[in-house]
């Protein structure tokens, strides 16, 4: 990634987490109802970026400089997905739920915020791992960057939850957006 896109990423990044904290990022849409296009994509070898953890936040600002793009359109039919995506994802989708109880009262702000780091590790496990065709990437883009910025938001104030609900919308989309068929099973609450 050459050093002017480094630094339009790093700022878009900047400007999404700081809508997030400002309370400008409501979502009062629902992804049914939402329909954008999706950003153009740069290459989609989020190997390339190497396992190093500066390697996985650079990958992680390219996906949250997504933040203001929006939800992105669903496709007509479901694109492929990988094992670390959806690997990814099932992490993903458990850490929202534990900050569902963050909603409800149920956790500390110490709780808080490690299930929304784990949220930020989901990320960064994707973007080094996950392996997508352009258009498919491009989306998931969109979908991490609310997740992504959601965390940020949370880690910067473990009290305010809002964010969780938007997160929430963000998981939803992905087994609309990709083939998984083992997503309901893999993720109906214990009984």
């Known amino acids: ?73 669903l496709p007509a039919t479901p694109w492929a997905s990988d094992a670390p995506l959806r690997e990814g994802m099932r992490r993903m989708h458990q850490a929202v739920v534990t900050l569902g109880h963050a909603e409800n009262g149920h956790l500390d702000a110490t709780q808080t915020t490690a299930a929304a780091q ?9 973007i080094t791992n996950c392996k997508l065709a352009p258009e498919p990437d491009a989306a998931l883009h969109g979908v991490l960057a609310t997740l992504m910025t959601g965390a940020a938001a949370i880690k910067g104030d473990p009290a305010n939850t809002t964010p969780v609900a938007s997160m929430r919308d963000a998981v939803a989309l992905y087994p609309r957006m990709f083939e998984d068929a083992a997503w309901k099973t893999d993720t109906a609450p214990a009984e």
Do not use: K
């Open 1 to 73: 990634m050459s050093t002017y896109t480094r630094n339009n990423v790093l700022s878009m990044t900047v400007l999404a987490i700081a809508l997030a904290t400002a309370g400008c990022s409501d979502r009062s849409t629902t992804p049914q109802d939402t329909a954008s296009t999706a950003p153009a994509a740069p290459a989609a070898d989020h190997g390339a970026l190497d396992a190093a953890p500066a390697d996985a936040q650079t990958g992680a600002d390219e996906h949250a400089a997504h933040a203001t793009a929006g939800v992105p359109a």
């Open 118 to 126: 784990q949220v930020q590790d989901a990320a960064n496990y994707m």
